[in-house]
């Protein structure tokens, strides 16, 4: 039996849950590394990425070109993760009747460390498609070729977003250092 990317995505289409369930391992890591630079929180990104197989799974019918499930399926994940995000609410502290917006989750705030924090603030600056490309080259140690693919990129664009995003942190990190 053809085990092919293009042979299991033609499969999944048809409705077979085992191909599905093979596309859906091979792509689980990648499509977290997309909801997780979109939502910069685990548990939000994996429930995003359940969401995004459960609509792929859905739509893949509607799917025309099987050699391009790979950035069809990030798309889905990126939306998804977008949605979820708008749908978020903005957690709230009230301290002697004054309610204050948290920036990040208190309790993970106290986990990480000084550097961390300033590190995951400028990452949060990044644009949508170049934090991105960072989370799937850094997170998820993808080729340039790979990343492509699936944001449906050249891999020259690929490495310029990556050039940029590095010197756009260097310069944040350096700028947040010199505040201390």
């Given amino acids: 039996m053809d085990h092919s990317p293009r042979e299991l995505v033609m499969r ?3 409705r077979d849950p085992t191909a599905f369930a093979t596309l859906v391992r091979a792509h689980e890591r990648s499509a977290l590394a997309v909801a997780f630079a979109i939502l910069g929180d685990a548990s939000a990104a994996g429930d995003a990425v359940q969401e995004a197989f459960i609509k792929a799974w859905q739509r893949l019918p509607e799917l025309h070109d099987p050699d391009r499930f790979s950035g069809w399926l990030a798309q889905i994940v990126r939306n998804t993760a977008i949605d979820a995000k708008r749908r978020r609410p903005i957690p709230v502290c009230d301290v002697d009747g004054v309610t ?9 705030g106290l986990e990480r460390s000084e550097s ?20 799937l080259k850094y997170y998820d140690d993808l080729s340039s070729r790979q990343i492509g693919e699936l944001l449906e990129l050249s891999p020259a664009a690929v490495d310029m977003r990556l050039r940029r995003a590095r ?14």
């Avoid at 204050?100 to 993970?108: E, L, R, T």
């Avoid at 949060?124 to 960072?134: G, K, N, S």
């Avoid at 010197?167 to 201390?180: F, V």
């Fill in 116 to 135: 961390r924090q300033r590190l995951d603030a400028a990452l949060a600056e990044l644009e949508d498609v170049t934090r991105t490309v960072v989370a």
């Fill in 100 to 108: 204050v917006p948290f920036k990040s989750d208190p309790a993970a």
């Fill in 167 to 180: 010197t756009e942190l260097r310069q944040k990190l350096s700028k947040a250092n010199a505040k201390e």
């Fill in 12 to 14: 999944a289409g048809r």
